[in-house]
Nanobody, 122 residues
Framework: QVQLVESGGGLVQAGGSLRLSCAAS????????MGWFRQAPGKEREFVTA????????NYADSVKGRFTISRDNTKNTVYLQMNSLKPEDTAVYYC???????????????WGPGTQVTVSS
């Protein structure tokens, strides 16, 4: 089992950047696929990006491709989401999640953090 806690959210102007972190408990972090999802008010939770166990495979939603970068440091039990060129439509609660197998759907992920708010002003 793994526990996840996100940090790094906040208020930023359009065009700005934020870096989210997700710290995981336990000694088996490197065994988990890690993903980032987001949920805007009144909308369903949506996939943002995922990274495999050793950081060699990543996928991105079309809406963030070229602007967001996922990475992980297995020595620090942490996954990161670098968000550049932020837009007002990126405003949402961002969640990190862990899964045993690689996948892009929320149902694939077994463990979730409580989320961190990202607000992008125009």
């Amino acid at each position: 089992q793994v526990q996840l806690v996100e940090s790094g959210g906040g208020l930023v102007q359009a065009g700005g950047s934020l870096r989210l972190s997700c710290a995981a408990s336990g000694r088996t972090f490197s065994r988990y696929v890690m993903g980032w999802f987001r949920q805007a008010p009144g909308k369903e939770r949506e996939f943002v990006t995922a990274i495999n166990w050793i950081g060699t495979t990543m996928n991105y939603a079309d809406s963030v491709k070229g602007r967001f970068t996922i990475s992980r440091d297995n020595t620090k039990n942490t996954v990161y989401l670098q968000m550049n060129s932020l837009k007002p439509e990126d405003t949402a609660v961002y969640y990190c999640a862990a899964a045993n197998n690689y996948g892009l759907s929320a149902g694939n992920y077994n463990y979730w953090g409580p989320g961190t708010q990202v607000t992008v002003s125009s």
